[in-house]
């Protein structure tokens, strides 16, 4: 089951800041939070990942609460090319491995 | 340096049928999941294969089995196909560390049609 709540979609305007929340209230003590997109049923895309600190690459940051019940995604200038499904995962860990666990994902959509 | 290769890109068989769908790890990765994403919904976890053996799986019947080669690549097979196994199959692969899966990277997917 999926441990991670998003909204369904969201709008922004070309060039400003997307910020994408997400829900994952009953997040374990040593499960990351990842961030991928799809964009046109293509695989998904690795963004950002994170356990309870802020992260930030060439792509993005990622806020994570103190509480680690919640994080939020920033794509600090959209462009048109960021219209995708984002999604927020939980990285789960199991006996023998750990497997990305996908919630349902937020519709970006970009427009100029 | 070569992603994760899938094959064949696109298929479509019979109900009844059986399948089998392929995958190529990145370089570097010993480790393999498959996922099964539906039209419009997130992919779903089938299973996961390390050391050429089942780690994890996910909550899908015993018709969805796999295989994994001593060069790291994967088999998914599905028998007795329903109409409802239609969908995108998505390929991972990862390097296993300890007991946890780093740098997961999906393929193309291969998108199975079931008439």
């Known amino acids: 089951d999926a441990k991670t709540t998003q909204p369904p979609s969201m709008d922004c305007a070309e060039g400003r800041a997307a910020n994408l929340p997400c829900n994952h209230s009953?997040?374990?003590?040593?499960?990351?939070v990842y961030w991928y997109r799809q964009i046109h049923s293509q695989g998904p895309q690795y963004i950002i990942h994170g356990l309870k600190n802020n992260e930030t690459n060439e792509m993005a940051s990622l806020i994570i609460t103190e509480d680690r019940k919640s994080s939020t995604l920033i794509l600090p200038h959209a462009t048109l090319r960021d219209t995708a499904v984002y999604y927020c995962?939980?990285?789960?860990?199991?006996?023998?491995?750990?497997?990305?666990?996908f919630g349902k994902g937020t519709t970006l959509s970009v427009s100029s | 340096d070569a992603g994760v290769t899938q094959s064949p890109t696109h298929l479509i068989k019979t109900r009844g049928q059986q399948v089998t769908l392929r995958c190529s790890p990145k370089s570097g990765h010993d480790t393999v999941s498959w996922y099964q994403q539906a039209l419009g919904q997130g992919p779903q976890f089938i299973f996961q294969y390390y050391e050429e053996e089942e780690r994890q799986r996910g909550n899908f019947p015993d018709r969805f089995s796999g295989h994994q080669f001593p060069n790291y690549s994967s088999e998914l097979n599905v028998n007795a196909l329903l109409l409802g196994d239609s969908a995108l199959y998505l390929c991972?692969?990862?390097?296993?560390?300890?007991?946890?899966?780093?740098?997961?990277?999906f393929g193309s997917g291969t998108r199975l049609t079931v008439v």
């Open positions: 995962i939980v990285r789960v860990g199991y006996q023998a491995g750990t497997a990305l666990i």
């Open positions: 991972a692969s990862s390097f296993m560390k300890g007991a946890e899966s780093y740098g997961y990277t």
């Open positions: 009953t997040i374990s003590g040593n499960e990351y």
